[in-house]
């Protein structure tokens, strides 16, 4: 009989000690084995964005995907090793993935009770890949079961960030209750996960839904073909059944974006947030159309709302710069900027406002600066180390560009683009020479814009005074790209020195209705016109191009010898006496070449 109770009071200790909660550190020990890191990788294998996973048998993880591209290639980072990852199935209305993770062995988690009740104020704990600083681990408690898209998430107040998506909530007992989904934060320390159970389900909505799973191939396919009427057709059939899919929506705004068609842009953005005004993808859509309708009040107050569902989120903070940029107000756009770099230090985007704030402000040593800290972050990729060079070049550092560029190593495919900077360093260095030679080597593979290449091309022949060849460069450039109006005024500008000014005048003449402000094209009018001895007419193009910027010494001397040759001197001696008055310099070489002369000759 003492045997018997004996058994019973160390069956219920046993009992006792099974369920007793675990404290953090003991839960991160269990948990943190089934929780990894997980990251989507560019075309040349570095990091884009990293996210987490949960491991569900020893070479199968599981994770949010409504966050990747779904092209891309993942990889499972663990602590000692990292594994190519492929997606098996996907649950796409409910955002989850299934990976395969071959050979990466990992220890699966052990998920509570399905038919468990989630008790609101139970203590659980958020373990993720948070701000891509790796498995961590935050405290907290359910806040309660919210019923969102007719689904009962888990709303719970344990800290998560960026990067989370596909992190895992556990229990006091390490057991998993839900799916962290970060695209679904509300605010600060309220939170959301999906239901554990789901995990289970992945394969079979895969399988048994294949009407979602056939148009949403066919989008995907369609929006990397650029065919972007044939995706917004696509998606407007599929829209008619299904007025509640979120990615719909999505993609009918992304397509109206592509195809300009701002009302029904707007119209997604709008229904996207109605389904779930929790979504900072679809207030950015917002706060993007009322920037393009000019709308900067109403997009500046969207843009901070966006802020009261993820403070700690770069891309919502490079939203607020870039409304703030437009709005004028460069110092807070900057504080934006800079904020969102403190959460994601390659956020590519805040980078190029703070490169366009700089600009604005003439800061050329901070547009190297900010250059200078992307190729840090960024080693391996060409096209950055290309901007670091212009911006040497810009900032009047040719020597040290072209420095760089000798010493870049780069894939055969893009040699060419490397020898069309170098030419442009070369023709800051003042050897138009061997510019032309770099561009004409670019020029024998296959750089990223031909048009560029042969308008540099065109640009060192004109320095070298071998104007056909500069004109017939520019015929190239402008060939390519019909419309661009820098290729057309260097073509105009090559006719006029090429004595073939007749044909400089046309372009001129269809510069001008594109741009009837712009006094570098009235000037060249004026140029060219006095060259073919029409001096009235040249007049009135020059006097149109001063009108617009005074500040051309070089101009006003032009147009006084111009009233000279028309027999206009009293116009010729009152414009001398303005440009005393604006450039004391160009105003004695006025006086020299088109005044000294006159008052030498009078009786």
Aim: glycine share 6%; proline share 4%; net charge negative.
């Amino acid at each position: 009989m003492k045997k018997i109770v004996l058994l019973l009071c160390v069956g219920a200790y046993l009992s006792e000690v099974a369920a007793k909660a675990l404290d953090s550190v003991e839960i991160y020990e269990q948990v943190q084995r089934s929780v990894t890191v997980l990251e989507e990788l560019d075309d040349t294998g570095k990091p884009l964005q990293a996210l987490s996973a949960i491991a569900v048998a020893s070479d199968r993880a599981v994770t949010m995907c409504d966050a990747m591209s779904g092209t891309r290639q993942l990889r499972i980072v663990t602590k000692n090793n990292s594994f190519p990852a492929t997606i098996l199935a996907r649950d796409g209305q409910r955002h989850l993935c299934l990976l395969s993770v071959p050979g990466a062995e990992l220890t699966q988690i052990v998920s509570a009770d399905v038919n468990q009740s989630i008790q609101s104020g139970a203590r659980v704990y958020a373990l993720s890949n948070a701000l891509g600083l790796g498995v961590g681990i935050s405290e907290g408690v359910v806040s309660g079961v919210r019923p969102q898209f007719g689904v009962n998430f888990i709303q719970f107040s344990a800290p998560v960030s960026p990067g989370s998506d596909g992190g895992a909530l556990v229990d006091a007992e390490g057991r998993l209750l839900g799916i962290i989904t970060y695209r679904h934060h509300d605010g600060q320390n309220v939170n959301f996960a999906i239901p554990a159970k789901w995990l289970a389900e992945i394969e079979q909505h895969d399988k048994s839904d294949i009407a979602y799973k056939q148009f949403r191939e066919t989008a995907e396919q369609l929006q990397q073909q650029e065919q972007w009427q044939k995706l917004a057709d696509h998606v407007e059939q599929w829209i008619v059944g299904h007025q509640n899919d979120a990615d719909a929506w999505l993609w009918v705004a992304v397509a109206a974006e592509k195809i300009g068609n701002l009302d029904n842009e707007e119209n997604a953005w709008r229904r996207l947030h109605q389904l779930d005004p929790t979504s900072s993808v679809a207030a950015a859509g917002l706060v993007s159309v009322k920037l393009k309708r000019n709308q900067r009040a109403e997009a500046l107050q969207l843009a901070h709302e966006l802020l009261s569902l993820r403070q700690e989120d770069a891309d919502i903070w490079t939203i607020v710069g870039q409304t703030e940029q437009v709005a004028g107000t460069a110092a807070k756009a900057e504080e934006a900027y800079r904020k969102a770099l403190t959460f994601n230090p390659w956020q590519l985007a805040a980078y190029q406002g703070l490169i366009g704030i700089a600009e604005q402000r003439n800061d050329q040593g901070m547009v190297t600066q900010l250059w200078q800290s992307l190729t840090a972050l960024n080693p391996d990729v060409p096209a950055v180390q290309f901007k670091l060079a212009e911006a040497y070049i810009r900032e009047g550092r040719p020597a040290r560009a072209y420095s760089l560029l000798e010493k870049l190593t780069v894939p055969d495919t893009q040699k060419a683009d490397t020898d069309f900077w170098k030419g442009q360093t070369l023709i800051a260095l003042g050897r138009p020479l061997d510019a032309t030679q770099a561009f004409e080597k670019s020029l024998q593979g296959n750089p990223t814009s031909k048009a560029s290449v042969y308008a540099a091309l065109g640009s060192s022949y004109f320095q070298l005074q071998r104007f056909p060849e500069s004109i017939q460069a520019y015929r190239e450039a402008v060939r390519l790209e019909p419309n661009n109006p820098e290729w057309l005024y260097g073509l105009a500008l090559s006719l006029k020195d090429g004595f073939r000014g007749r044909e400089a005048l046309e372009i001129d003449a269809q510069l001008l209705k594109k741009f009837p402000n712009d006094a570098a094209v009235w000037r060249q009018k004026g140029f060219t016109e006095a060259i073919l001895g029409r001096h009235q007419e040249g007049i009135k193009s020059m006097e149109k191009s001063l009108e617009l910027d005074p500040k051309q010494g070089k101009l006003w001397v032009a147009l006084i010898e111009t009233y000279r040759q028309a027999g206009r001197d009293k116009d010729a001696t009152s414009a001398y006496e303005r440009l005393r008055g604006i450039d004391s310099e160009w105003a004695e070489k006025a006086y020299r070449s088109a005044i000294l002369p006159f008052e030498e000759s009078q009786p």
